[in-house]
């Protein structure tokens, strides 16, 4: 069975319908780019698949042994409060929250702390988040990201505001998770060309809504149109 | 100087005054973290006014022990504040503002129209400066006073790390199933039984700054959450204490001493942040 099936979905805010008619199958180990331009849509439907908001139609299914708070979310930056007095330690250890008890146990600081060398931030454990660079901070998020779920990670825009050769670190390092470990990636991007380097599914949200493989994409009409 | 501390320490209300003063530092310390952080700093003032505006209400029907009608009225307006204003129409900073005025506006009037009291403006301003208030406690508003900081000291260690992530990034916790509109909700209740404790200490109009000074001072020397909330925590008793001793000798207000002490701290902890960020 797939992890996330959303048969007829409709999406949207504040009674207004942002989006309608999306149907999309994620299985483990899929890595979904989700595309589209500003305002298609794209950040309402990932708020709903993160249970923020209600669908306002049609259905989201979990399966696969894949609970709806066993997404790990990774914000898009410009969300992260940047004077925020906390360390590194501190907020990937946060990830941990789904679940356990009023006190962190050894267990989830372990894990934290493997999460953190997995990522290649251990070094910056005890230091203050506010002090490191946009790549760095994006890379303690995706370890917060991976205390909370070892299934599926879902991405927001993971490299807006970064230069070209961190974009291209966290794109391998991402690259690594979806294969070396097996977790299902949904990332939103509004780069294309990335967006179809690694992806082996496409969900473009527009006025059409295509959904598919990358080679499918690549051969229909809505692709040939966005792909230069 | 000790001998006129000694003098006043034989006095129970004078103890009562310190043991509440320290318990309601403590906690507004510990809440002002999360306030600061979640840009809520004008909050404490809003709500203070309101608690204003009940205890004139509370002044109007000559009820002495006002705490129970202060507080639900301070908590409600908490609740609307923090719970409601999220999915309305008007903006946070909107909302506080308008039921900030409004509540001061009409707390005064309704005080000038059916108050009894001949000394009116000095009423006034023992409730906006809380001039000589926390000495004059009854001992059951100080056993409430301190069952009410306890349980908010014991509350907030046991859900510390669900505040941290909340005040980090709540859309996040909410993703991972925290259930954040309960503890938005709590926080709410908790914010307005402090400011309802602080309003004794410093009046409803020097409330805010209990809350927000010892965290933004802090902030300044500390990089980790659980430093800056110890440190806040430590820094605002300390300045409680020393506010309340110095205003005992010297014979000032409560609550501006208690706030001069702050801001103190604050100036030097701002210079010893740039100092300790250069070398």
Redesign the interface.
């Known amino acids: 069975m797939a992890q996330i099936i959303c048969k007829n979905l409709i999406v949207g805010y504040e009674g207004q319908v942002v989006r309608d008619n999306i149907n999309f199958v994620v299985n483990k180990g899929d890595y979904l780019c989700i595309v589209g331009e500003n305002g298609s849509g794209k950040t309402t439907l990932m708020?709903t698949l993160?249970?923020?908001q209600k669908p306002m139609g049609g259905e989201i299914i979990f399966g696969d042994g894949l609970n709806?708070?066993e997404?790990?979310?990774l914000?898009q930056q410009s969300?992260?409060?940047r004077?925020?007095?906390?360390?590194n330690f501190?907020?990937v250890?946060?990830?941990n929250?789904?679940h356990?008890g009023?006190?962190?146990s050894k267990d989830d600081k372990e894990l934290a702390l493997k999460a953190m060398k997995r990522l290649h931030v251990d070094q910056f454990k005890?230091?203050?988040f506010r002090?490191l660079s946009g790549g760095q901070q994006q890379r303690v998020l995706l370890a917060?990201a991976l205390c909370?779920?070892q299934k599926v990670l879902l991405l927001d825009e993971p490299v807006s505001g970064l230069d070209p050769k961190v974009t291209a670190e966290m794109y391998e390092l991402v690259k690594e998770l979806n294969q070396n470990d097996n977790i299902t990636i949904i990332m939103i991007s509004h780069d294309l060309n990335d967006a179809l380097k690694y992806a082996t599914h496409i969900l473009h949200v527009g006025s059409v809504v295509f959904f598919g493989t990358k080679n499918d994409y690549l051969n229909s009409e809505l692709g040939k149109q966005f792909v230069s | 100087m000790i001998e006129t501390l000694q003098l006043y320490f034989q006095y129970p209300f004078v103890r009562y005054a310190m043991l509440v003063g320290v318990l309601v530092a403590l906690c507004s310390s510990l809440l002002g973290v999360t306030l600061v952080?979640r840009r809520f700093s004008f909050i404490g003032d809003g709500l203070s006014h309101v608690a204003f505006f009940a205890m004139a209400i509370a002044a109007i029907f000559q009820w002495t022990n006002n705490m129970p009608l202060i507080l639900a009225v301070t908590i409600a307006a908490a609740i609307a504040i923090l719970c409601v204003g999220e999915t309305t129409l008007m903006k946070g900073d909107a909302a506080i503002a308008m039921i900030s005025v409004t509540s001061l506006a009409l707390g005064y009037l309704f005080m000038n129209i059916f108050s009894t009291s001949s000394n009116l403006s000095g009423d006034v301003c023992t409730t906006l400066f809380g001039s000589t208030s926390i000495l004059t406690l009854l001992p059951e508003q100080v056993f409430l006073s301190s069952v009410l900081s306890i349980a908010v000291v014991i509350i907030y260690i046991?859900?510390y790390?669900?505040l941290?992530?909340l005040?980090?990034?709540e859309?996040?916790?909410?993703?991972?199933?925290?259930n954040v509109g309960f503890y938005n909700l709590a926080i709410a209740v908790i914010i307005a039984v402090i400011i309802v404790l602080a309003m004794n200490l410093v009046g409803s109009l020097l409330t805010s700054a209990l809350i927000i000074f010892p965290t933004l001072s802090t902030?300044r020397l500390?990089?980790?959450?659980?430093?800056?909330v110890i440190g806040s925590a430590v820094l605002s008793v300390l300045c409680a204490v020393i506010g309340m001793l110095t205003s005992i000798v010297v014979g000032t207000p409560v609550g501006s001493t208690i706030v001069g002490v702050e801001i103190i701290a604050y100036i030097i902890c701002v210079i010893v942040g740039r100092v300790a960020v250069r070398t």
């Open positions: 708020k993160l249970s923020l709806a708070n997404i790990g979310y914000p969300t992260i409060k004077d925020f007095p906390a360390t501190e907020i250890l946060s990830g929250l789904g356990s009023f006190f962190y005890d230091r203050c002090e917060r909370a779920t | 952080l046991l859900f790390n669900r941290f992530a005040t980090f990034d859309d996040f916790s909410r993703a991972i199933g925290v902030m500390y990089k980790s959450f659980k430093a800056v």
